[in-house]
Structures are given as C-alpha cells and as structure tokens.
Nanobody, 123 residues
C-alpha cells in the first residue's frame, strides 16, 4: 500500500507561482512513475504532467512551458512547480503513483492517489 499526501496548495494571484509537494510512503519510491492531475469546478479530472522513474517528464499542452515536475527520491517526494499561473489553473490538484515506473495521461493507469489539494488563482 502506498500513501500519498499533498501539501503546499493555496491562493495566488494570476502571474504568480506556487509549488505543490507530494510525499509518498513505501521503500520503492525511486521506482514509481508519478503523475499530477487536476479537477476544476464542474470539470472532469485532467492530466497535468508526469515523471517516470528515470526522470523523463511529459506535460499537458495547457501547462507546457509553465509547469515543471521534479522528484527527490531521498525524501520520497515529488514536486509540481507552477509558474505564470492563470485563473483557469484553479483546481484541486492530485498526485498519483504507478508501480511500473512509467507515467501516463489517463487516471486509470495509476495505482494510488493522494487526497488532493486546492490551488486557487485569482485575476
């Protein structure tokens, strides 16, 4: 069983930056593939970005060039750095882990999920 706990959300003005963290349990964190998803008000959950066990990353077009993902295997933590934030980035952000080490764009590809954390961007 892998537990994921997000932290660092909050409110920020448009154009600002925010970093969200996700701490994971488990001794094989370095082998996990990790993803970030979000769900805005009245919207379906959507893929934001992912990082593989070998540090390969992939991002949705809507955040490419503004968001980055990194991982610290010593701390069992993955980070989502969000820059140039827009009001449309307002959502609950979720981190997810998959045991095969890859990343994917579909929710069904992930084995474990965090509880989510609110990010609000005001104009």
């Amino acid at each position: 069983q892998v537990q994921l706990v997000e932290s660092g959300g909050g409110s920020v003005q448009a154009g600002g930056s925010l970093r969200v963290s996700c701490a994971a349990s488990g001794r094989r964190f370095s082998r996990y593939g990790l993803g970030w998803f979000r769900q805005g008000p009245g919207l379906e959950r959507e893929f934001v970005g992912g990082i593989s066990w070998s540090d390969g990353t992939y991002f949705a077009d809507s955040v490419k060039g503004r968001f980055t993902i990194s991982r610290d295997n010593a701390k069992n933590t993955v980070y989502l750095q969000m820059n140039s934030l827009k009001p449309e980035d307002t959502a609950v952000y979720y981190c997810a882990a998959r045991l095969d080490g890859d990343y994917g764009t579909r929710s069904s590809e992930y084995d474990y999920w965090g509880q989510g954390i609110q990010v609000t961007v005001s104009s």
